[in-house]
T-cell receptor
Framework: EAGVVQSPRYKIIEKKQPVAFWCNPISGHNTLYWYRQNLGQGPELLIRYENEEAVDDSQLPKDRFSAERLKGVDSTLKIQPAELGDSAVYLC???????????FGPGTRLTVL | AQSVTQLDSQVPVFEEAPVELRCNYSSSVSVYLFWYVQYPNQGLQLLLKYLSGSTLVESINGFEAEFNKSQTSFHLRKPSVHISDTAEYFCAVSGAGANNLFFGTGTRLTVIP
């Protein structure tokens, strides 16, 4: 079984530039999560999808962050414009509906200069 | 809401010595508890989980954790560590039946040869 796939693995951009991250969850996992992990911290949930629907986006900074999961499979997280404080690792995870075990991808390490 | 406290940010231990990584949680509802491990430049991997039943749960690589409701703790233990156990360990909690995970700040375990 293939795991959660994320790309790119690393991204370096200048502040005010846009950036996008892509995630392909494990096949059959209807629930998809985006987390942000700051240096020395645990992951913090940004948004959770059940199929195409964003059911919890309360922690997503909506002024600059957006996400989509148009066909209920892969997902894209976008930041526009990026700020220095957005430097972090962005993790994608997936799970079966109503199941508590989340499977994580390797993450995208974003550096904003 | 739930929260997790991992008091030890770094734990150095000699190879073949025992180790305990501490985790305390706060919640007003029944909880599920998890330990995830993160190796360098990799995503999080589930190590073990407590959902219900026996309060002592074990992983396949010798780790165990015990759910203690009265002390609101879920400490991780291993009687004899290996070099390969060097990693970051995260404790996480969710409300029973809920999807969202709340992570602690992590404990970096370093096994010294």
């Amino acid at each position: 079984e293939a795991g959660v796939v994320q790309s790119p693995r690393y991204k370096i951009i200048e502040k005010k530039q846009p950036v996008a991250f892509w995630c392909n969850p494990i096949s059959g996992h209807n629930t998809l999560y985006w987390y942000r992990q700051n240096l020395g911290q645990g992951p913090e949930l940004l948004i959770r999808y059940e199929n195409e629907e964003a059911v919890d986006d309360s922690q997503l900074p909506k002024d600059r962050f957006s996400a989509e999961r148009l066909k209920g499979v892969d997902s894209t997280l976008k930041i526009q414009p990026a700020e220095l404080g957005d430097s972090a690792v962005y993790l994608c995870a997936s799970s079966y509906p109503a199941r508590n075990e989340q499977f994580f991808g390797p993450g995208t390490r974003l550096t904003v200069l | 809401a739930q929260s997790v406290t991992q008091l030890d940010s770094q734990v150095p231990v000699f190879e073949e010595a025992p180790v305990e990584l501490r985790c305390n949680y706060s919640s007003s509802v029944s909880v599920y508890l998890f330990w995830y491990v993160q190796y360098p430049n990799q995503g999080l991997q589930l190590l073990l989980k407590y959902l219900s039943g026996s309060t002592l749960v074990e992983s396949i690589n010798g780790f165990e954790a015990e759910f203690n409701k009265s002390q609101t703790s879920f400490h991780l233990r291993k009687p004899s560590v290996h070099i390969s156990d060097t990693a970051e360990y995260f404790c996480a909690v969710s409300g029973a039946g809920a999807n969202n995970l709340f992570f602690g700040t992590g404990t970096r375990l370093t096994v010294i040869p």
